[in-house]
């Protein structure tokens, strides 16, 4: 199988490719522009792995992405701007990259009859189960409502453009039958995730092991469930093989849910730091009009009847493998 990522330099690609090129009858290439992905992630088979091939380059300019595509079998589409903190700052940026690279990866994945796997994000459900819950819901479903801020607040752009990509997706499967594929990742998470762009498990890890204090935004008690990478990266390729999943819609996420300060306290205890939690208000971290969620908790009742999906890292597993990762990059015992 000739198998084309984009976005292969990030954090959810880079795994992705380690991944696939252990099956030795598969032949891997990476895209990606590095805006938020890096060489480092690669590093494991950029430029040493014999099945590996790399081109620099975006989704968004069509001619240097038709030969890949033309010559792939199937393609992950993962590029895409990450990070609440980067997507804030970059909202021209976010918006005309979302949507550029999704119409030529499918206007592409069409003329050339490949099969795609789409990336999109529990953000197209917004604030849905804020809603759902005074109903008695206690997660989000693939076919639930979604509920959004106003246009005014750039950090529902992302989540339209998403919701976009998933759309123009489905409507290509609807009309000219392209072999398509949605998930919808629920805070995916794992050792080289970068702090950078906003990531919360990233940066709560990085102050506790240097004795800062840690940043929980809001008062703490909006929960969150975190999935392992190496999770994720296994139901989506079990997804892209499965027939019955070609158009439809998957969350790929962990039904555990903690709050974001109890996560801040736990990642204390196991460092043993002398850190303590900062609150800090929406508006001084990220300006005037910021919208949150309360609860963003994926129902994967769907996944787990496609392909049988187990979750195999628990809470404290992902905490041990990022704090054994930041313990590595920050060059501590």
Partial sequence: MKILVTGAAGFIGSHLCELLLKDE???????????????????????VHPRFSFAKGSVTEKEFLRPHVEWADHIYQLAAPVGVKFIMNNPVHTILDNVRGIDNVLELAHQYNKKVLVASTSEVYGKSLDFLDSTGKRSLSEEDYRIEGSTQNHRWAYANTKALDEFLSLAYYKQYGLKCVIIRFFNTVGPRQSSQYGMVIPNFVSQALKGENITVYGDGSQTRSFLHVFDAIQAITELMITEHAVGQVYNVGNPFEISIKELAERIIEKTNSSSKVRLVSYQEAYGAGFEDMQRRTPNIDKLVRTIGFKIRYDLEAILDSIIEYQKMKLGMD
């Fill in 25 to 47: 009858e598969n032949e891997v290439r990476g895209l990606d522009n590095f805006i938020t992905g890096s060489k480092e992630n690669m590093r494991g088979f950029y430029k």
